[in-house]
């Protein structure tokens, strides 16, 4: 076992365990705000084209997705009240530290995108797959404001295929040609901030 795979199931059951009255306060506040499910699931691809079901905090009234997968702006209308906070300070993506701990994600990798988008990448951006995807990684530094950032855009969809995604990839191939644990660590560090500080 990797000095990586280590850090990822030790950390992620450490972090199941001391989470689990802030799952339970997150469940009942969902349950409350609106009608539908605690957690959402949503098939992403993994490592080596693998589906799997990304788990995440239902932050969206139920139906939501049918209308478009990406999210425009930080008040887009599907997103519930207790949503808006939830997503704000990202605790919507904990409950992949299951992902984690079953090994279908890690930490720190390229954020897996759902099938509809990796369709659409060349032979070179595939590379991205190479690597187990995780819940953070430069991209995802550099784009925490994307939904904001997509609601500039005359046509958001476009706009995310055309110039969000290469530059995603860009930077999560660096990812995948110079990765280690201390870089990993990095990572994490920087994303706690962003979100920390950048609101």
Request: proline share 4%; charged share 20%.
């Given at each position: 076992?990797?000095?990586?795979r280590?850090?990822?199931?030790?950390?992620s059951?450490?972090?199941?365990?001391?989470?689990?009255?802030?799952?339970?306060?997150?469940?009942?506040?969902?349950?409350?705000?609106?009608?539908?499910?605690?957690?959402?699931?949503?098939?992403?691809?993994?490592?080596?084209?693998?589906?799997?079901?990304l788990?995440?905090?239902?932050?969206?009234?139920?139906?939501?997705?049918?209308t478009g997968?990406l999210?425009?702006g930080?008040?887009?209308?599907?997103?519930?009240?207790c949503?808006?906070?939830?997503?704000?300070?990202?605790?919507?993506?904990?409950?992949?530290?299951f992902?984690?701990l079953?090994?279908?994600m890690?930490f720190?990798?390229?954020?897996?995108?759902?099938s509809?988008y990796?369709?659409?990448?060349?032979?070179?951006q595939?590379?991205?797959?190479?690597?187990?995807?995780?819940?953070t990684?430069?991209?995802?530094?550099?784009?925490i404001?994307?939904?904001?950032?997509?609601?500039?855009?005359?046509?958001?969809e476009?706009?995310?295929?055309?110039?969000?995604?290469?530059?995603?990839?860009?930077?999560?191939?660096?990812?995948?040609?110079?990765?280690?644990?201390w870089?990993?660590?990095?990572?994490?560090?920087?994303t706690?901030k962003?979100?920390?500080?950048?609101?």
């Open positions: 076992m990797s000095s990586k280590i850090f990822d199931v030790l950390v059951l450490l972090g199941i365990i001391l989470l689990i009255p802030l799952f339970l306060l997150v469940s009942i506040c969902i349950m409350i705000n609106s009608k539908g499910g605690v957690l959402y699931r949503q098939t992403r691809i993994g490592r080596n084209s693998a589906a799997f079901s788990l995440k905090f239902r932050t969206m009234r139920i139906g939501a997705d049918q997968e999210t425009i930080f008040r887009d209308s599907r997103i519930t009240p949503g808006y906070f939830l997503r704000k300070y990202k605790i919507d993506e904990l409950p992949q530290l992902n984690i079953t090994g279908e890690s720190v990798g390229p954020r897996p995108e759902v509809k990796v369709n659409l990448y060349n032979l070179q595939q590379r991205v797959l190479s690597v187990k995807p995780g819940i990684d430069w991209a995802s530094i550099t784009y404001n994307e939904n904001q950032l997509l609601a500039t855009s005359a046509n958001p476009t706009f995310y295929i055309e110039q969000v995604i290469p530059d995603k990839i860009k930077q999560n191939l660096k990812y995948v040609d110079h990765h280690n644990l870089i990993d660590m990095k990572i994490i560090l920087l706690i962003n979100i920390v500080f950048n609101r």
